[in-house]
Structures are given as C-alpha cells and as structure tokens.
C-alpha cells in the first residue's frame, strides 16, 4: 500500500524563529544518551511507514542522522517471525546504533517481540502509541492508547523486564484536542522502566495535518528526566534549531522534512554546532544519492516493488529541479533501472 498522497504533502512551515532565541546550550549540540545507548546528537530519522526500510535508513545515516527507526511493525507479526516483518525489520552494522518499532496491546505479545527486536541487534526497542490508522486503532492499539497512560505504563514494563536494550516509547499529545494526557503519560513510562520519548506534538485525532504544537513537548521534557526527543513540522535545518531552542527538547525526530532530502541533517548539524549553512547539493548529488538509494531498494525489495515504489521515491529529490514538472511525467514511462539511470543522468544535471 502506498500513503494517501496528504500525508506526503510537503505543507509549508511557519518561517524559523532562530534569530530571537538564546542558543542552544554545548551539552545539547553534543551526545545524548538513551540507556546504555550513546548516540552522537540529537537529531534523528522519524519513523516513517513505506520509507524508513534499510536503503532509506542508511543513506540517512551516511547523511548525519544519528539514530534512525525502523518503520512500526504489529508486534504480533514480530513475535511470530512473520517474513514481511523480519524483512523489514532487516539491519546492518552501518546503520547501528538503529531502533526497531513495534506496536500492540497484549503485555506478554510486547514482551516476545521486544525479544527479537533485541535479537536481530537493535540498539534500541520503541513501542508505538501514536499511530493513528484506524485498522490499529480500531484494535485498541497504536494511538488508541493515548487514552490509557496505565496501560501504556504495564506494556513498557513487560518489554523493560525481559530486554537488556533500552525501552523507549513515541507518544502523541493525547487522544485529540483538550485532552492531553502525554505528561501523565510520560511520567508512568519512566516510572515503568522507559529509557526515553519521542513526542510527536500532535493529536492522536489531528493524524498528520494541522500545525504541531511544541509547547507539548516542553512541558513533558519538564515533566520527566529521561531523554525527550520532539517530532512534528520540521522541514529544514533552521526549522530543527528552531524547534530545539524552544521546545528544549534533547533532540528532534525529523519525519517528511528528509523525504528527499537527507542533507537537512548535516545542515542542521552545522548550525547547532554555530557553524554557517551548509550549501544546497547540486542537482548532480541529489541524483547521485537518488541513484544509490533506488539501487538499494531495487536489491532490497526486488524489481517489481521497486518498480512501483519509483515514481515516489524519485519525485521526492527531484521536486527541487526547475525541470520537475516534465520530470513527474517521464518518470510515469520508466519500466526499469537502466531507463531510471538514463533519466537521472538527463535531468539531474
Ligand atoms: C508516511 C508516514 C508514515 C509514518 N509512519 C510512522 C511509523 O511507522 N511510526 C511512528 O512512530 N510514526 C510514524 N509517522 C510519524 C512520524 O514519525 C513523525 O512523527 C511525523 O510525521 C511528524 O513529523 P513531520 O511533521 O516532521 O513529518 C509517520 C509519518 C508519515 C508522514
């Protein structure tokens, strides 16, 4: 299945603040740590369903994110070594320290799967209540359980018990507007065992639209002393600093703000070390690294999915050449990989 196309809308976002705020202070710009996990800084790859696969997940990591996420996977299907979920959750030392992403409700089904998120060497195992897909939903899991912090609480204590890793969760600001329950609930995982959270500053009912509210995540970045990452409407480097200087967090989650453009971490990097910007890639790169990613994903899901998963990937990076609009059309008639490098080699250029 292929996202809804107003999920990948690239909306625009309010203009960054960066010039008004106090800067960030050295310990912030410099390692984090999430349990026993180092991690280099604080600016991450968001968990993103159909992309956040192995290619995505290492170009990403050859660009500066610090710590990457596997995309959410039903626990059940992790405890049961289903093959499409031990496909992705496939990872490699170059992609380490990298986090897998399980979601469910049972404790004792959490548990199993956490064990193999484990097993397979993730650094990090991270429980999912924030999705708001109505199949999960539906189910009482996911962002459903917004709406129950003591439940959450029991499901990271039953992951924590049986794993060496560390146990993190991503939480929405609540189940939808007026109730909030992410501080209560931030305080019952710590209390439970959870070695951090990433707060995507919506509601479980907003899903993916409407403007983030970071004051959120400052509020439960107070509320607790384990490591609290933010997500939510950074789109550039200048948005990410934004974001940190006033929502305090110890990092932030980049989700749509990479599709396409992996070099929003090394820019954003640049700037929370105070050094100047980092110059847009050439055409030239971005079709080098679109290349390397689309080899990937060509090994890595075979031909035919990779075929089809095409026009997406290679709309992201070239939305940035003058020469898009013919481009959306061309990439429409590509059947293979070596028409897909004949395309690259005309237009990014
Ligand atoms: C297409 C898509 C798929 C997503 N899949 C997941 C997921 O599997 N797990 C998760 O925790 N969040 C998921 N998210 C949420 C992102 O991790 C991120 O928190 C959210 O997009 C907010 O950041 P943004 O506004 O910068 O995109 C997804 C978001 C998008 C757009």
């Keep these: 299945m292929i996202a809804p196309a107003h999920i990948l809308l690239l909306e625009p976002f309010a203009p960054s603040r960066e010039e008004t705020l106090p800067p960030i202070p050295f310990d912030r710009a410099s390692v984090m740590r999430i349990g026993n996990v180092s991690i280099a800084h604080g600016l991450t790859l968001a968990p993103m369903e159909e992309h956040t696969s192995l290619p995505f997940r290492l170009i990403m990591k050859q660009h500066g994110a610090s710590l990457v996420c596997s995309e959410r996977i039903d626990g059940c299907d992790v405890a049961s070594r289903d093959k499409r979920a031990m496909k992705l959750l496939a990872t490699t030392a170059g992609e380490r320290p990298a986090v897998g992403q399980i979601s469910g409700g049972e404790p004792q089904e959490i548990a199993e799967a956490a064990r193999v998120i484990q097993e397979l060497g993730f650094a990090i195992v991270d ?162 690294v679109l290349l390397s990613l689309v080899e990937h994903e060509f090994e890595f899901y075979g031909p035919h999915l990779a075929t089809r998963r095409l026009p997406r990937t290679a709309c992201y990076f070239a939305k940035f050449l003058p020469t898009f609009g013919e481009f959306k059309k061309e990439i429409q008639t590509i059947k293979n990989l070596p028409q897909f490098r004949q395309l690259v080699r005309e237009r990014f250029r």
């Design 127 to 288: 429980l999912n209540f924030e999705c708001p897909i109505k199949r999960l939903v539906g189910r009482g899991e996911g962002g459903a359980l917004m709406a129950q912090p003591a439940r959450i609480a029991e499901l990271v204590a039953a992951a924590a018990k049986v794993v060496d890793i560390p146990v993190t969760v991503k939480l929405r600001t609540g189940p939808k507007a007026g109730e909030d329950t992410a501080i209560e609930t931030a305080q019952r995982v710590e209390q439970a065992g959870g070695a951090g959270i990433t707060l995507h500053a919506r509601s479980v009912e907003q899903a993916y639209l409407g403007g983030p509210d970071w004051t959120h995540v400052t509020r439960v970045k107070e509320a607790v002393s384990i490591p609290v990452l933010g997500s939510g409407g950074i789109r550039t480097a200048a948005d990410a600093i934004a974001f940190l200087k006033e929502s305090g967090a110890d990092g932030a989650a980049i989700g749509r703000g990479c599709l396409g453009n992996p070099w929003i971490f090394q820019q954003a990097r640049s700037l929370l070390l105070g050094g100047g910007a980092v110059a847009e890639p050439s055409p030239a790169e971005r079709g080098k």
